[in-house]
């Protein structure tokens, strides 16, 4: 690993005024990488909560700065909204004697297929593979095809690997829709694992009423129990439902992989 003693790091999230478990994961892993001692600082911005995008970089005092997006696609926040208030320019923006380095978002490591099996195995560690269906489940939207994308790829990472007797994808806003699951899956044991860097609105209120194991939004994730209570008897099948797969604390790692890639694709070849 290249030596970044001297260097910043800024993650950028989405966060919410609504649900206080939104900025949680952002926070979290941040706190992880200061623990290891691999950057001179490290920052935390959000798009709904402060500290905001706008300030952020006028508190980073390095000159050398990696920012990473805590999104799981690429999308409108990653390509619109967060260059915009950012002011950068591309991969690379020279401002005020900084070298700010727009990383790609978490979500884009091929360790996220990792960390999708091994939250599945956490979930539900004695169900048979061969006697399971594996549903990784996003938001998708018709607006933005990354959005879907995403998911599409892990999914099919995750068949090629033979592990699981069906895998497949959702969709809370396009198909195939999270509430058609039962009609989409054959397996009498089904683990869905939300696609999300957070446990926000739509995985601790949305999905699990779509899914049928609650009538009615329920409270915050920290404060309730959908993640606690599997299996869950639905529609002659055993559901089991995991959090958010951006909550893994091995995220830190995605994170740091992220710059790692950012710096082979970009910061060597730019020095030929």
Request: hydrophobic content about 40%; overall charge negative.
């Amino acid at each position: 690993m290249p030596d970044r003693s001297r260097s910043s790091l800024v993650l950028v999230g989405h966060g919410s005024t609504l649900n206080p478990d939104s900025s949680a994961p952002t926070f979290q892993h941040a706190e992880e990488i200061v623990r290891r001692g691999i950057f001179a600082e490290v920052y935390c911005s959000f798009w709904k909560e402060e500290p905001s995008l706008r300030e952020v970089l006028r508190m980073v005092e390095g000159n050398d700065v990696y920012v990473v997006p805590n999104f799981i696609s690429e999308g409108y926040f990653t390509a619109t909204v967060i260059p915009r208030e950012l002011e950068l320019d591309g991969p690379f923006t020279h401002r005020s004697g900084k070298v700010i380095k727009y990383c790609e978002p978490v979500g884009n490591d091929p360790r996220m297929v990792d960390l999708l099996l091994h939250r599945a195995r956490t979930v539900a560690p004695d169900v048979p593979p061969e006697r399971t269906s594996l549903l990784i489940v996003a938001h998708g939207t018709s607006l933005n095809e990354k959005s879907a994308e995403a998911a599409q790829f892990q999914a099919r990472a995750i068949r090629g690997k033979g592990i699981y007797a069906e895998v497949s994808e959702a969709y809370m806003e396009e198909a195939p829709f999270v509430a058609e699951w039962a009609k989409n899956t054959s397996q009498p044991n089904v683990i869905i694992v939300p696609f999300f860097i957070a446990d926000g609105l739509h995985s601790y209120q949305d999905i699990p009423v779509l899914l049928g194991m609650e009538s009615a939004p329920t409270a915050a994730a920290s404060q309730q129990e959908v993640f606690r209570r599997n299996p869950y008897p639905l529609k002659g099948r055993a559901l089991y439902y995991a959090s958010a797969i951006g909550t893994e604390p091995w995220m830190a790692d995605v994170i740091l992989d992220t710059i790692d890639r950012f710096d082979r694709k970009y910061l060597y070849d730019s020095a030929a």
